[in-house]
């Protein structure tokens, strides 16, 4: 089994910055992508940012240049570097991660509890 968790969430004013973590544990033999998602009251969940294991990093159009996705493969973490925020950025933050376990040997997607991030204008 392979557990995600978060943290890092909070409130924030416009204009400011915060870093979330996820750190991953368990049965892990590789993480491949590890990834961002939010999902605001009323939306969709969607991507914010992922990064393979090779460093490549992808980013929603709308926090381009706002926010920065990075991982340390040794200790199975993925940061999320939030700065500019803005209103529209108040969501749950999810984190995921595609994995391969020991045991048992297969490749799953495993997803964090969440973590509230609040922007005031």
């Known amino acids: 089994q392979v557990h995600l968790v978060e943290s890092g969430g909070g409130l924030v004013q416009a204009g400011g910055s915060l870093r979330l973590s996820c750190a991953a544990s368990g049965s892990i033999f590789r993480i491949n992508n590890m990834g961002w998602y939010r999902q605001a009251p009323g939306k969709q969940r969607e991507l914010v940012a992922d990064?393979?294991?090779?460093?490549?990093?992808d980013y929603a159009d709308s926090v381009k240049g706002r926010f920065t996705i990075s991982r340390d493969s040794e200790s199975n973490t993925v940061y999320l570097q939030m700065n500019s925020l803005k209103p529209e950025d108040t969501a749950v933050y999810y984190c995921a991660a595609d994995v391969t376990t020991y045991i048992p040997p297969r490749t799953n997607a495993y997803w964090g509890q969440g973590t509230q991030v609040t922007v005031s204008s």
């Open positions: 990064i393979t294991s090779g460093g490549s990093t």
